[in-house]
C-alpha cells in the first residue's frame, strides 16, 4: 500500500483499493424515512468501516470501507463470527444488549493488523459495529516497547515493569546478564554475524524464561531477566547456572562456530532494596563482579559490593592524577644468573606512592588502570622511564618491563618502543618485555603480529606468570620467546607438594629442549634455591637473591658486584 | 551460494544428562528420535546418532542453514551437555543420504547387546576424531542395514 499508516485511528487511507463492493443485504432500517437512498448511499461511502448486525448476530450489511478493511466479501446473512473466521480475523465480540447498549474488542486481521471494534445497540435490537485500524499505533507502541533486533523488551519496559512490580510491593529477582568476548566475535565476524547471534541468545534466554519473566535488552550485549514472584536464592541459583550453560554452548551460524560465556549478576525485591535505580545498580554491580572474578558465572549481589565500588572509583580519581604528580616510581629486582651467579639484569616494578594512601598495592591499582584505559599512559611512562634509567647503569645488562594485555591493543604499541630506545639511547638487546598468556588469549594472531615487530626491533621477549594460564605450549611453538618466567606460586609450593616441583622441572626441561631462558620467581630461602636449581632452572629472581630496590641501590649492586656474591656465597649458592 | 560443496557436515559428541534407569533413557532416546526423524525429513537433513557410555555422538548433515537451525534446536536441549563440536565443514556428498537419523547402536536396556557394540566400535566419541567418528558411525549403520 506504500502508505505508514501515520493516519490518526478515525482515517482510513482513501488510496485503500476497494476490493469488493459494499453488500445491503436487507432494507436498512431507515429506509423507510426521508429520502432513505440518500443515507443508505452516505453509510456506504463513508470512509468509515461500518457493519450491522441484526438481532439474531447476522451481518445485515457491510459498507464499502469495512470490505476493503476484512479483505474479503461476506456471504448473505452470514453470522457475524463465521465472517470474521471465513476473512482469517482472529479474535470475536460480542454484541451489544440492554445491559451492555456498548461493547468493544479489539481483532487481528489476517495479514496481521490489529482493529478496534466499537458495537452500539440500535433500537431495533441489532448493533451497528465500527472498525478501526489501529495496527499502526500498536506497532508504534510495541515499538517503543521493545527493541527491534531481538523483539526483546527494551530498557523503557523493563523499568516500567520492574516499577509497577515493586511500587505493588511484589518480590522479584533481577538478573542482569553480558555477554564474554562478544565484542571480538563482533571485531572479527562483522556487524551482521554479531546481531544473528544476539537474536540467537535472546532466543535461548527465551526458553529459559518462565511465564511472566520479562527478557529485555538493554542495547549492545546487555540482556536483563526480570522474574516476578518470591524465589530462594538456591531456586534463582539453578536458573542462572542454566543461563550460563545455555548461552555459554556453541553457536553455528552462518557457517561459522563461535564460542562466547554469559556472566550473570543478581538482585531480589524486596532482600536488596525496593527501588527501580537500586536493584538495577545492585544488578550491575554483582555482574561486574562475576566478570572480575572469571568469566562465565554469575554472583548475588552483596551491599560490600557497594562499598568496594566506591572505594575502586575513589582510586580511579586518585590514579588520574598520579601521573601528573609524579607519584608513580620503579623499582628494580635483580635477576641471576645461576650459572655465573651474576646479576644479568633487573625487573623494573611499579610502585605508588599516594601523599596520603601510601604505598598503594598493585594488585589494587593495576586492575583499575586497565579497566579505566589509564594503563596506556601508565605503561607508556614505566617503559620511557625505565629505558632512561637502564641506560645509566655501569653494566649493560637488561631490564624487564611489563606489559599489561591491554597495551597490546593498541597498534602504536611497537613505534612506542622504537620511541623510548631512540629517546633514551638504549640498545634494542637490552630491553626484554615481559607479557603474561592472558595478552595472548584474545586476538591472538594480531598481538603475534605485535610481537614479532618488536622483536625485529631486537627486543627480547619474556612470557611472564608462566604455568598460570591457559595453552602457554601453543604459544611457545607460535613465537620464539627468549626467557620463560615461572610463576612464583610453583616455586613456593615445591616443598609442599611434588606436583608443584614436578611442574618446575617440566617446564626447565621445556625450556633446555628449545633453547628458551627459565627464571624461577619468588625463591624467598635457601632450600627453594637449591630446588630450583637442582629441577634445571637457569635464573632466579626473588627476595633471596635480591629484594625490589631504588635505582641508586641497583646502581650501588652493579658497582660492586661483590655484594650479590657475597649473599649468595653466604648462603652457599 | 558456492556450487562447491552444497552441504554443511556437522560432527559433536556430549554428555548425556537424561537422569533414570535404562528405560527412562531407551524412553528418551526414542522420543529424540523419532521428533529427529519427522524433523530432519521436513529439513532435508540427514544424519546419525549414537549412544554410548554416557555419550551421545551425532552427525548432521545437509542444507547449511538446516544444519544450523537443527543444530541450535539440539543445543538448546538440557537432555545433554559439554557438547564439543568435532566438524564443522562443507562436504560434496551426504555420508547418510538415506537416513534422516539413523541409530546405530543399541538401546542402553538391552545392555548386554549394547556392551557388545561398544566394545566392537569401539566407541568412546570423546576420543575421537571427527573422521573416526564419522567413519565408526557410518560403518554402525551400515551393518545394521544389511
Ligand atoms: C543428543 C540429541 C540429539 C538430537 N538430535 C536431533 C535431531 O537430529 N533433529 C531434531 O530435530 N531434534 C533433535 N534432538 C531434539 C532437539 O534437541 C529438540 O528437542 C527437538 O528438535 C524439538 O525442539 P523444539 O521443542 O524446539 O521444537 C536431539 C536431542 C538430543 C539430546
Request: a negative charge.
Amino acid at each position: 500500500m506504500g502508505k505508514d499508516f501515520a493516519q490518526p485511528p478515525h482515517f482510513t487511507p482513501k488510496d485503500r483499493p476497494l476490493s469488493a463492493h459494499p453488500l445491503p443485504l436487507s432494507e436498512p432500517a431507515q429506509a423507510a424515512s426521508a429520502e432513505p437512498e440518500a443515507y443508505l448511499a452516505a453509510l456506504v461511502e463513508l470512509a468509515t468501516p461500518v457493519l450491522l448486525a441484526d438481532a439474531g448476530g447476522r451481518v445485515s450489511f457491510v459498507n464499502r470501507a469495512a470490505t476493503a478493511l476484512l479483505g474479503c466479501t461476506a456471504a448473505p446473512a452470514i453470522a457475524l463470527d463465521a465472517l470474521f473466521a471465513s476473512c482469517g480475523v482472529g479474535g470475536r465480540i460480542a454484541l451489544p444488549d440492554g445491559s451492555a447498549p456498548q461493547r468493544f474488542a479489539q481483532l487481528k486481521l489476517s495479514d496481521g493488523r490489529a482493529v478496534n471494534v466499537e458495537a452500539r445497540l440500535l433500537p431495533d435490537g441489532g448493533a451497528a459495529l465500527t472498525l478501526t485500524d489501529v495496527s499502526a499505533f500498536v506497532r508504534e507502541a510495541e515499538r517503543a516497547r521493545r527493541d527491534p533486533l531481538t523483539g526483546l523488551v527494551n530498557r523503557v519496559t523493563l523499568h516500567a515493569t520492574l516499577g509497577r512490580l515493586l511500587q505493588a510491593g511484589k518480590p522479584l529477582t533481577l538478573m542482569a546478564l553480558d555477554l564474554d568476548r562478544f565484542k571480538s566475535v563482533n571485531d572479527t565476524l562483522g556487524h551482521p554475524i554479531g546481531d544473528t547471534l544476539l537474536r540467537k541468545v535472546a532466543e535461548r534466554l527465551g526458553t529459559v524464561a518462565e511465564d511472566g519473566d520479562v527478557v529485555a535488552r538493554l542495547g549492545g550485549d546487555e540482556f536483563t531477566i526480570l522474574k516476578p514472584g518470591s524465589f530462594t536464592r538456591e531456586q534463582i541459583e539453578i536458573i542462572a547456572k542454566r543461563i550460563v550453560d545455555l548461552v555459554g554452548r556453541t553457536y553455528a551460524l552462518e557457517g561459522h562456530m563461535i564460542h562466547i560465556g554469559a556472566s550473570v549478576g543478581i538482585t531480589q525485591a524486596p532482600h536488596d532494596g525496593s527501588d527501580n535505580d537500586v536493584l538495577m545498580k545492585n544488578a550491575d554491580l554483582a555482574l561486574y563482579r562475576s566478570k572480575a572474578e572469571g568469566r562465565g558465572r554469575y554472583r548475588f549481589f552483596e551491599q560490600k559490593m557497594d562499598e568496594q565500588m566506591q572505594a575502586r572509583r575513589a582510586i580511579e580519581l586518585d590514579l588520574r592524577q598520579a601521573l601528573a604528580l609524579q607519584e608513580f616510581e620503579l623499582a628494580y629486582q635483580p635477576q641471576v644468573d645461576l650459572a655465573t651467579q651474576e646479576v644479568v639484569g633487573f625487573e623494573a616494578l611499579l610502585r605508588w606512592r599516594h601523599a596520603t594512601r601510601g604505598l598503594v598495592s598493585p594488585l589494587e591499582f593495576i586492575p583499575v588502570a586497565e579497566e579505566t584505559g589509564l594503563i596506556g599512559a601508565i605503561g607508556e611512562w614505566v617503559l620511557r622511564t625505565a629505558c632512561r634509567d637502564a641506560v645509566q647503569w655501569p653494566e649493560a645488562i637488561t631490564v624487564g618491563v611489563n606489559l599489561s594485555p591491554l597495551q597490546f591493543r593498541n597498534p602504536s604499541l611497537a613505534q612506542t618502543v622504537m620511541s623510548a630506545l631512540a629517546s633514551s639511547g638504549l640498545a634494542a638487546e637490552r630491553l626484554e618485555l615481559e607479557i603474561t598468556e592472558n595478552a595472548l588469549l584474545e586476538d591472538t594472531d594480531t598481538v603475534l603480529v605485535l610481537l614479532k615487530q618488536l622483536r625485529d626491533l631486537g627486543v627480547r621477549v619474556s612470557m611472564d606468570d608462566f604455568g598460570t594460564g591457559y595453552s602457554s605450549l601453543a604459544y611457545l611453538q607460535k613465537f620464539p620467546f627468549d626467557r620463560l618466567k615461572i610463576d612464583q606460586s610453583f616455586v613456593r609450593g615445591m616443598g609442599a607438594n611434588p606436583e608443584a616441583s614436578a611442574i618446575v622441572r617440566a617446564v626447565a626441561a621445556l625450556g633446555a629442549s628449545l633453547g628458551i631462558k627459565t627464571t624461577a620467581e619468588g625463591v624467598e630461602t635457601e632450600e627453594q634455591l637449591a630446588a630450583i636449581r637442582n629441577e634445571g632452572c637457569t635464573h632466579v629472581q626473588g627476595y633471596f637473591t635480591g629484594r625490589p630496590m631504588a635505582l641508586a641501590d641497583a646502581r650501588a649492586l652493579l658497582v660492586q658486584p661483590r655484594k650479590v656474591a657475597a649473599i649468595v656465597e653466604e648462603h652457599g649458592l | 551460494m558456492s556450487a562447491a560443496a552444497p552441504f554443511q557436515r556437522l560432527v559433536y559428541y556430549s554428555r548425556n544428562e537424561v537422569d533414570g534407569d535404562a528405560d527412562a533413557l531407551d524412553a528418551a532416546i526414542d522420543e529424540i528420535l523419532s521428533l529427529s526423524q519427522r524433523n530432519n525429513a521436513q529439513a532435508d537433513v540427514t544424519g546419525a546418532l549414537l549412544f554410548n557410555t554416557g555419550c551421545f555422538g551425532q552427525v548432521l548433515e545437509g542444507p547449511r542453514r538446516a544444519v544450523e537451525a537443527t543444530f541450535e534446536r539440539i543445543q538448546r536441549d538440557p537432555r545433554h551437555s559439554d557438547v564439543t563440536l568435532l566438524a564443522f565443514e562443507t562436504t560434496d556428498a551426504r555420508a547418510f543420504p538415506n537416513w534422516s537419523m539413523a541409530y546405530v547402536g543399541a538401546k542402553p536396556a538391552q545392555a548386554v547387546r549394547y556392551n557388545e557394540i561398544a566394545a566392537s566400535s569401539g566407541f568412546d566419541p570423546s576420543r575421537m576424531t571427527a573422521n573416526r567418528l564419522l567413519e565408526t558411525l557410518h560403518g554402525l549403520a551400515m551393518e545394521k542395514e544389511a
